[in-house]
């Protein structure tokens, strides 16, 4: 029977030092093979300016596109008074470009401005450059009416509208917030829809349009619109916060999923408003004095009634007058609506009609 002999030991110091040799060869190859390269920076990647100025040309109404996937949107009016459409500057770096299109169909010009953005590694050896943040600023002509469509996927979008004759408005963002002061005039049908971007509105007493839809996935909607008026108001997240307060409307409604609501209802409501939360907390104000009917489901718990409302069943009037004729009928389905009184420092509420 033939027995394995173990390896006699070898000292260690030189298995060691053989190693280090090995490396050290590999090491210096490397250091040959790397001398041999030469790098160059990826071209494209400076930072630059570049201005548009497009004329008006005589024509009487526009429509105006400005889109982006990571760059910064913002619009503003032209001085008054002014021969161009639009000037605009864009913050980018050299390879990816400005577009701008320009078309004329009878009185109205259509301008297209797309500034795609790529990421800052793709196809280029990091070499510790600066970030760079993509704008595209644009003024537009307020002279003519125009219809305004923005969209950008990462960028924000911040929009001064209160100088324009904005016929229709269209703004779209997926991680982007939007910041807009609506129009002081009579304005067309306007529409802001985000999927995590928060959207900020503000609208002086002069505002008044058709129609206003705000709709975001997980972004808070902040509204201060109490002055203003629009016919229709729908303002939709799925998780959400909504936050201010709603516009004179002869409908509205406003709905989350899981986020929370605190609305203002403003002086001088009236129409229909509805209130719908799966499973947020609510919370509505009221102007005092007001000639509210409320409607609510049976899993609503109201909270705060004042102590003059009547309740039979599932219906609670304000007021006598709400009973026959109410000024504004609210519908609520919510786990717990909390009323209160508005909280506005100018009208403090009467004897009898605070709220508990």
């Known amino acids: 029977m033939t027995v394995a002999q173990r390896t006699p030991p070898r000292p260690l ?4 030092s053989r190693i280090a040799l090995g490396l050290g060869g590999v090491v210096a190859g490397a250091g040959v093979a790397w001398t041999g390269v030469h790098v160059q920076p990826t071209p494209g990647l400076n930072a630059v300016q570049t201005p548009v100025d497009l004329p008006l ?4 109404a526009m429509t105006v596109y400005l889109e982006s996937d990571r760059a910064d949107l913002s619009v503003g009016g032209l001085p008054w008074p002014g021969r161009s459409a639009l000037t605009a500057r864009a913050w980018h770096r050299e390879r990816n470009r400005l577009k701008v299109q320009s078309a004329r169909q009878g009185g109205r010009l259509t301008l297209d401005l797309n500034l795609p953005v790529q990421a800052p590694d793709r196809g280029a050896i990091p070499l510790n450059r600066a970030s760079l943040q993509h704008k595209l600023d644009a003024l537009l002509a307020r002279s003519v009416p125009l219809t305004l469509n923005t969209e950008t996927y990462s960028g924000d979008a911040a929009l001064d509208l209160h100088a324009l004759r904005i016929w229709g408005l269209s703004t779209r963002t997926t991680l982007g917030n939007v910041r807009a002061t609506l129009p002081e005039r009579q304005s067309g049908p306007l529409t802001l829809v985000t999927v995590s971007g928060d959207v900020t509105l503000h609208a002086s007493p002069a505002w008044r349009a058709p129609a206003l839809r705000v709709n975001t996935e997980s972004g808070d909607v902040t509204l201060d619109l109490g002055a203003a008026r629009s ?8 998780s959400g916060d909504v936050t201010g307060t709603l516009p004179r409307a002869d409908h509205a409604s406003v709905t989350t999923g899981s986020g929370n609501l605190s609305v203002t209802v403003p002086e001088g409501a009236s129409g229909t408003l509805d209130l719908r939360s799966e499973g947020g907390k609510v919370t509505l104000r009221l102007p005092p004095g007001l000639a509210a009917r409320l409607r609510f489901t049976e899993r609503t718990h ?14 609670v009037t304000l007021s006598r ?4 004729n109410p000024d504004l009928d609210l519908f609520l389905d919510a786990d717990s609506v909390a009323l209160a009184a508005s909280t506005s420092s100018e009208t403090p509420s009467p004897e009898g009609a605070s709220y508990d």
């Open 13 to 16: 110091l030189p298995v060691l």
């Open 57 to 60: 040309g005589g024509a009487s």
């Open 231 to 238: 016919e229709a108001v729908n303002i939709g997240t799925r």
């Open 302 to 315: 109201l909270r705060g009634l004042p102590r003059t409302a009547v309740r039979q069943g599932n219906v």
């Open 321 to 324: 007058e709400a009973g026959e």
